[in-house]
């Protein structure tokens, strides 16, 4: 089988490009604009594989997108604007990239006889849950998003939907929680505290700290993919989570404790706009019909993360010297 995968230079997109290169014989096309969060990097390990090829471009730009259906059978479609406080600062290049983009996408699926379209989305487009309640998303949530990020996302899930309803796509829609691993952008909290906790730099956390996500190891989400794309009934959504809700004081103190680091590290910042108080995802749906479940625990995984980290130094340094300097001082001032 060949697949076009969008947004693979990016955290997830090339942790799943690894993992399919590794499990499965698919060849693999990766279409990508290389933003601030695409890095050819990622892929160092892979770039000679002959089953595997990269082209530079960007998902709203239908000509390019046309040229690459042709080639291939599926789509596993990662590309989007991932950051929820840059959403907050830029919504525009949000509706441009994630709602534009995933619409060229589809119509080019559609034109190409694409055999199924795998849409990667977010349990942050069902809003907020209570923080003491044992309640969880599952595919019957409405959809109540809160940010331009989960608006945007909302928006694409929807439009996937509507190219099935309306002229039969085959599609399938993941909706997952909280990625981390290898390779994720430092501004997405896992990395951002290890990074400044090794540099002996205050861990900013949001408001009271209370605030819940559930947190994937990033193969779990890939092999989640895979199956998806491989036995998911057309038409269908599957809710991927990794049964690890953590707050953000707890990510904080797990990550002081395991680097040897004081906990007068963590600094109480203001709040993010909307912030959503708690995420947790029910996965009966893909465990009962595709017999997946999360293997990495949480104790695992942040260990293997925060390994890595320490042992890819220049990978977070060539990001820390390069233009994410500015994001990060507007963001929470000088390093
Ligand atoms: P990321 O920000 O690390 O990577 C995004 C990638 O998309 C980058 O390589 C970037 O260059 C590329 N890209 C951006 N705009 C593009 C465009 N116009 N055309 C082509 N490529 C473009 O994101 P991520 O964390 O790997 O997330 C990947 C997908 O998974 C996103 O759709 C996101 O919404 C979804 N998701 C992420 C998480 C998470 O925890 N990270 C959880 C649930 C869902
Ligand atoms: O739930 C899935 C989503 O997870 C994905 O759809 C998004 O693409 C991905 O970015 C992620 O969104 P979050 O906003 O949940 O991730 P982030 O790492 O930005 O924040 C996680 C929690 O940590 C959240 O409650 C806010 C808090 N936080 C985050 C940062 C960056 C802090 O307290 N301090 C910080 O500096």
């Not at 955290?11 to 060849?27: A, M």
């Not at 990395?191 to 559930?214: C, H, M, W």
């Not at 002081?256 to 909307?274: E, I, Q, Y």
Request: proline share 4%; hydrophobic share 35%.
């Amino acid at each position: 089988m060949k697949i076009l995968v969008t947004g693979g230079a990016g955290f997830i997109g090339s942790n799943f490009i690894y993992w399919v290169l590794k499990n499965r014989d698919w060849e693999i096309i990766n279409l990508d604009k290389l933003t601030y969060a695409g890095n050819l990097e990622n892929l160092k390990g892979i770039e000679n594989d002959p089953r595997y090829n990269f082209v530079q471009g960007d998902v709203c730009d239908s000509h390019t997108v046309n040229e690459l259906m042709a080639k291939v059978d599926c789509v596993v479609h990662f590309a989007a604007e991932s950051h929820v406080d840059r959403s907050v600062l830029e919504p525009a290049v949000f509706v441009e990239t994630n709602v534009v983009g995933t619409q060229v996408l589809l119509q080019a699926a559609l034109e190409n006889k694409i055999k199924k379209f795998h849409h990667v989305s977010t349990d942050e487009v069902f809003g907020a849950l209570e923080l003491d309640g044992s309640k969880k998303f599952n595919e019957e949530t409405p959809y109540n998003p809160h940010s331009p990020y989960s608006a945007s996302k909302a928006a694409s899930d929807h439009l996937v939907r509507a190219y099935g309803d309306t002229f039969g796509l085959e599609y399938t829609i993941t909706n997952c929680s909280n990625n981390y691993g290898p390779y994720q952008f430092p501004e997405k909290i896992i990395p951002l505290f290890v990074t400044n906790a090794q540099e002996d730099k205050s861990l900013p956390i949001y408001g009271d700290g209370k605030a819940v996500r559930d947190y994937l190891y990033v193969d779990d989400h890939c092999e989640a993919i895979a199956l998806v794309l491989e036995n998911g009934k057309a038409g269908e959504t599957y809710c991927v989570g990794g049964d690890s809700e953590k707050n953000g004081i707890e990510m904080a103190e797990t990550i002081l404790k395991a680097l040897g680091k004081p906990k007068s590290l963590m600094t109480f910042v203001k709040d993010r706009p909307g912030h959503d108080r708690r995420y947790a995802i029910d996965h009966s749906k893909i465990t009962k019909e595709l017999g997946w479940k999360p293997r990495v625990t949480f104790e695992e995984g942040i260990a293997k993360t925060i390994q890595w980290n320490l042992d890819n130094k220049g990978w977070v340094e060539n990001i820390l010297s390069g233009e994410y300097q500015k994001y990060y001082e507007k963001q929470y001032g000088a390093r």
